[in-house]
């Protein structure tokens, strides 16, 4: 079911948006300017995405298959798509309100109470097609309608959701983050930076040299050797099996080192247990998130502080919550009941919640809508700006490169390639194995 699956990534999208508006209403009505350009780039990104593209597809497909196959789903179907059908004359109107509060003429806590107004109809709507309509579509629609819906979401020729308009949508949602205010943090601003231990620029901070490790009596890493300086977004890129997670796992202690040394910040940490190397300052992101379900969001995250003082938690939570406002608005639900994106910020927010002086990124963007995987490296770059140094794992080599400062390339337990971002991304070879290109 690819298309529900688009869907409601669309539809987390589309509610972290909202959430972003209502809060800079709030703002607004406290006394922050007027973020012109951000409202601009969220109404842009409406028009064109969801406006032309998502619901058109919903209801020539999935709303026209529903309505044959569960006729007791018709009045809420027509409710929807009187919804879609008035929308574009909405978001004119609001338009129309932010120019004029842009040139003096309209009052801020006029457009305030107007955009509150637009996001409460947009969620109402998100909330119906997510429990009064998806759920049935599940049930209900048979093989050959899911084999047509599917066709018409993922058609890559398809002039509204093939490949090119998707990549336009990309751009507009990274204009969007790219505009977003601090105090909202959309996509990492520096209202979420927490702060790290300095050490000199030029620093070597940490230094492997000859690690192996054994699965067994197989050798997954044979001599790897590697340098990342203080304040370096270093990548590690390979294809699956190539050994990337055992490098990291075992960077972290939690895998055993049969040879090899590692220095960190000067000092050889080869024979400490993986709990005193994250008191050291190497805080990790795993593979696969792996948050603890069961518990809010907010343990979650003070679990990741569990080294640091009691005093500092709250608030560097709430620097957290700054960087990933969907965090906020859930921070009592447990863990477990979020998206796989929104999964993927409380795995990274949580590492952050440790203050990192190396943080280890394992596959962040693994599983993600591409929308989503566009913001998450927009956290990276911003953490990257920050000044914290980053080890990056990345089976997307393009996006891994394209944001680092230097790269490995890994395969079959071993270095093979080193270089700038820019000159792996350049390289030939590199660009056949991993790039496509």
Same mark, same amino acid.
């Given at each position: 079911?690819?298309?529900?699956?688009?869907?409601?990534?669309?539809?987390? &999208?589309?509610?972290?948006?909202?959430?972003?508006?209502?809060?800079?209403?709030?703002?607004?009505?406290?006394?922050?300017?007027?973020?012109? *350009?951000?409202?601009?780039?969220?109404?842009?990104?409406?028009?064109?995405?969801?406006?032309?593209?998502?619901?058109?597809?919903?209801? *020539?497909?999935?709303?026209?298959?529903?309505?044959?196959?569960?006729?007791?789903?018709?009045?809420?179907?027509?409710?929807?798509?009187?919804?879609?059908?008035?929308?574009?004359?909405?978001?004119?109107?609001?338009?129309?309100?932010?120019?004029?509060?842009?040139?003096?003429?309209? /009052?801020?806590?006029?457009?305030?109470?107007?955009?509150?107004?637009?996001?409460?109809?947009?969620?109402?709507?998100?909330?119906?097609?997510?429990?009064?309509?998806?759920?049935?579509?599940?049930?209900?629609?048979?093989?050959?309608?899911?084999?047509?819906?599917?066709?018409?979401?993922?058609?890559?020729?398809?002039?509204?959701?093939?490949?090119?308009?998707?990549?336009?949508?990309? *751009?507009?949602?990274?204009?969007?983050?790219?505009?977003?205010?601090?105090?909202?943090?959309?996509?990492?601003?520096?209202?979420?930076?927490? /702060?790290?231990?300095?050490?000199?620029?030029?620093?070597?901070?940490?230094?492997?040299?000859?690690?192996?490790?054994?699965?067994?009596?197989?050798?997954?890493?044979?001599?790897?050797?590697?340098?990342?300086?203080?304040?370096?977004?270093?990548?590690?890129?390979?294809? &699956?099996?190539?050994?990337?997670?055992?490098?990291?796992?075992?960077?972290?202690?939690?895998?055993?080192?049969?040879?090899?040394?590692?220095?960190?910040?000067?000092?050889?940490?080869?024979?400490?247990?993986?709990?005193?190397?994250?008191?050291?300052?190497?805080?990790?992101?795993?593979?696969?998130?792996?948050?603890?379900?069961?518990?809010?969001?907010? *343990?979650?995250?003070?679990?990741?502080?569990?080294?640091?003082?009691?005093?500092?938690?709250?608030?560097?939570?709430?620097?957290?919550?700054?960087?990933?406002?969907?965090?906020?608005?859930?921070?009592?639900?447990?863990?477990?009941?979020?998206?796989?994106?929104?999964?993927?910020?409380?795995?990274?927010?949580?590492?952050?919640?440790?203050?990192?002086?190396?943080?280890?990124?394992?596959? /962040?963007?693994?599983?993600?809508?591409?929308?989503?995987?566009?913001?998450?490296?927009?956290?990276?770059?911003?953490?990257?700006?920050?000044?914290?140094?980053?080890?990056?794992?990345?089976? &997307?080599?393009?996006?891994?490169?394209?944001?680092?400062?230097?790269?490995?390339?890994?395969?079959?337990?071993?270095?093979?390639?080193?270089?700038?971002?820019?000159?792996?991304?350049? &390289?030939?070879?590199?660009?056949?194995?991993?790039?496509?290109?």
């Amino acid at each position: 079911m690819d298309a529900l699956r688009i869907i409601s990534e669309d539809h987390n &999208n589309l509610w972290r948006l909202a959430t972003a508006v209502d809060q800079l209403a709030t703002d607004m009505e406290g006394g922050a300017p007027l973020a012109h *350009d951000f409202f601009e780039s969220v109404f842009n990104y409406i028009d064109q995405f969801v406006e032309r593209s998502h619901h058109p597809k919903e209801d *020539d497909y999935l709303f026209r298959l529903l309505r044959q196959r569960s006729p007791e789903s018709v009045a809420t179907l027509d409710a929807l798509q009187l919804q879609h059908a008035e929308g574009p004359a909405r978001l004119s109107a609001l338009r129309i309100q932010l120019a004029s509060a842009h040139v003096g003429q309209l /009052p801020l806590s006029e457009l305030a109470s107007a955009l509150r107004s637009y996001t409460a109809g947009l969620k109402a709507h998100i909330l119906m097609e997510e429990k009064q309509v998806l759920p049935v579509a599940r049930k209900v629609l048979l093989k050959e309608d899911w084999a047509s819906i599917n066709q018409a979401f993922l058609d890559n020729k398809d002039p509204l959701f093939g490949e090119v308009a998707q990549a336009e949508f990309r *751009d507009l949602y990274h204009r969007i983050v790219s505009t977003a205010p601090e105090s909202i943090g959309l996509g990492g601003q520096s209202a979420g930076h927490l /702060p790290t231990r300095t050490v000199a620029a030029s620093e070597v901070l940490l230094r492997v040299q000859g690690m192996e490790s054994c699965y067994g009596r197989i050798k997954a890493l044979k001599g790897i050797s590697l340098e990342v300086r203080r304040g370096e977004t270093v990548a590690l890129v390979g294809a &699956n099996g190539a050994g990337k997670t055992t490098f990291l796992r075992t960077l972290s202690g939690v895998q055993p080192m049969s040879a090899g040394r590692i220095h960190f910040d000067g000092d050889d940490i080869s024979g400490l247990r993986s709990d005193k190397r994250m008191r050291r300052g190497i805080c990790q992101s795993p593979e696969g998130r792996q948050v603890f379900g069961p518990l809010s969001i907010e *343990d979650n995250l003070a679990l990741g502080a569990y080294t640091q003082p009691r005093h500092q938690v709250a608030g560097d939570m709430e620097k957290i919550f700054a960087m990933f406002p969907i965090l906020k608005e859930k921070r009592a639900l447990p863990a477990g009941t979020l998206s796989g994106g929104q999964q993927q910020m409380l795995a990274i927010g949580r590492a952050l919640m440790g203050r990192p002086r190396l943080l280890l990124l394992d596959e /962040p963007s693994m599983g993600l809508a591409p929308l989503l995987v566009q913001e998450v490296f927009g956290v990276i770059k911003t953490l990257k700006a920050q000044g914290m140094t980053i080890l990056l794992v990345e089976q &997307n080599a393009l996006a891994a490169l394209d944001i680092a400062d230097r790269g490995y390339v890994l395969e079959t337990g071993s270095v093979t390639l080193t270089g700038t971002g820019q000159e792996l991304i350049n &390289n030939e070879q590199v660009r056949a194995a991993y790039l496509g290109m």
